[in-house]
Structures are given as C-alpha cells and as structure tokens.
C-alpha cells in the first residue's frame, strides 16, 4: 500500500531512479505509464537520472526506453556515464588483488568477476550475461587483477543458506552489497562509494543542491541514496531498513510506483 507523502511545495531539479524493481521488475520491460510520467517531468524542466547496480552497457537500453539521453550513474555509484553517446565520463577505481587473495582462500570454489572502468566484466566463470553486462569475457583468474576495477562480484552456490556476513566481517570489507535473486552473490566496490556520492559529484556539475534533488529505491544499495536526497522515497516493497532510510513510501509495484510519486510533483 502507498503511503506517498511529499513536502508541500517541493518540486526537484533532479530525479535518481532505481532501475530493477524500482521502475521495471527485475530484468524487465518498462511500462508505458512511467514513460510518459518521465516524460512530464522532464518536459517540467527536471533531469532525470538513473541510479543503479547495473553496468553501463544493461542500464544505457532502459535509459533509452524512457526517452533519456543524458546522465547515469552506474555500478552502484564507481561509474558516471552519459546514455547519448553511451560514454563513461568517470569512474572510481580499486585494486582487486588484496581483496581476491583473501576471498580466494575461503572461498576456493566461488565464481569470481570483475567490471573495468570501461564496463567490460572478465569472469572466471560464465554465469548469464543478464546478470553482469553485455560484454563478458571468461579468463583465468590471475587476469581478474591486471587493471583496476569498479567493482568485483562473487558467487558461491556453498553460500546459498548462510550467505557472506561472516566472510565479510572476518575481512572489515566496506562497500558490500548483498544478493541479486535468490544466488549467493556478493558485490564489492570502491571503499566509501555508492550511489549517493556520485549522484552529489553529479550535482557539482550540474550547480544543482542537494535539497531540491529527489531519489526513488527499494534495495539496500538505496539505502544512502535515499539518505543523502532531499526527498528519498522508498518502494513499497522494500525492506524495514530502506524504508527507514526514506521520508516517504510509495506503491511496492515497480514502474507504478515510480509514476506515482512522479505524477504528484506535477498534480
């Protein structure tokens, strides 16, 4: 159930949105209804910006599919990148050497993989290209670590039932989202990076303040989006904790959701 309650009077110069299961189910289509509610508050003068997990090569065709042309932020906040031309403009970079040699050592039989500042992922592995990118490439496992990284994502099917909390804390890793579906997959990025940073990067740019931004988000890589935007609204289908991160909720279906809260600007 909705529970949408914005400021009165606010109205944003920027909208972050969430792409799976905030504006489309996970890996699917976008709905008519949120493109043409992207489309009125683009035409009201706002930049719209999506805001996700995703690499730039698998948010670049939803980003289209609304009409967008311009800014992204990808791979949970290490990516800066523009839809038309699909481009990287910035990207945070770490060295996954430290991390894989640890990693490796517990967990000797996971799935490794790591997206470049280009968006290209080299797996030891193939495991779908829906869930990396469009470009995937399968290598051994010392050519994970010859250049730096976005981000580096584990999957190991012996952590389906008791996930990687423990590993995690054993290690003090930061920048740590967990779980896509029901697979036991760990995505690791740059210490201190996530959605909210580039998306304030972004503003610097543009001279736009923080306060008149507004960010829509249903998972915990949301969580310090929703925290850092003027106003963070939350699906209804997220968690405790992404809701407490929020001001306001709005309806748990994806796309509709979304076109609610959009909607109501312009009412």
């Given at each position: 159930m909705s529970q949408l309650a914005l400021p009165a009077d606010f109205f944003p110069e920027l909208i972050a949105l969430d792409i799976d299961d905030t504006l489309t189910e996970h890996l699917g289509n976008v709905s008519e209804?949120?493109?043409?509610?992207?489309?009125?508050?683009?035409?009201?003068?706002?930049?719209?910006?999506l805001a996700t997990g995703r690499s730039l090569s698998t948010t670049a065709p939803v980003g289209r599919a609304l009409g967008l042309d311009g800014w992204a932020v990808c791979s949970n906040g290490a990516v800066l990148a523009t839809?038309?031309?699909?481009?990287?403009?910035?990207?945070?970079?770490?060295?996954?050497?430290?991390?894989?040699?640890?990693?490796?050592?517990?967990?000797?039989?996971a799935i490794y993989a790591v997206?470049?500042?280009?968006?290209?992922?080299?797996?030891?592995?193939?495991?779908?290209?829906?869930?990396?990118?469009?470009?995937?490439?399968?290598?051994?496992?010392?050519?994970?670590?010859?250049?730096?990284?976005?981000?580096?994502v584990v999957r190991s099917e012996d952590h389906r039932?008791?996930?990687?909390?423990?590993?995690?804390?054993?290690?003090?890793?930061?920048?740590?989202?967990?779980?896509?579906?029901?697979?036991?997959?760990?995505?690791?990025?740059?210490?201190?990076?996530?959605?909210?940073?580039?998306?304030?990067?972004?503003?610097t740019r543009l001279d736009?303040?923080?306060?008149?931004?507004?960010?829509?988000?249903?998972?915990?890589?949301?969580?310090?989006?929703?925290?850092?935007?003027?106003?963070?609204?939350?699906m209804g289908s997220a968690s405790a904790a992404v809701m407490a991160a929020a001001d306001t909720v709005t309806s748990s279906t994806p796309g509709i959701g979304v076109a609610e809260v959009l909607d109501a600007l312009l009412a």
């Open positions: 209804r949120v493109i043409d509610a992207v489309a009125a508050v683009r035409a009201a003068g706002v930049q719209v910006v839809i038309e031309p699909q481009t990287v403009i910035e990207a945070v970079t770490f060295d996954p050497k430290p991390v894989l040699d640890q990693l490796v050592e517990r967990l000797p039989d997206e470049d500042a280009h968006g290209i992922f080299l797996t030891t592995r193939t495991f779908g290209a829906d869930a990396l990118g469009m470009s995937i490439r399968e290598v051994a496992f010392e050519h994970l670590t010859v250049n730096p990284v976005v981000r580096l039932e008791d996930g990687f909390g423990e590993i995690v804390k054993q290690m003090g890793l930061h920048s740590v989202i967990f779980g896509i579906g029901d697979l036991a997959w760990m995505d690791i990025g740059p210490v201190g990076v996530n959605k909210a940073t580039m998306l304030a990067n972004l503003c736009i303040n923080q306060a008149n931004t507004l960010a829509i988000g249903d998972f915990t890589n949301d969580i310090e989006m929703l925290r850092w935007a003027g106003v963070g609204v939350a």
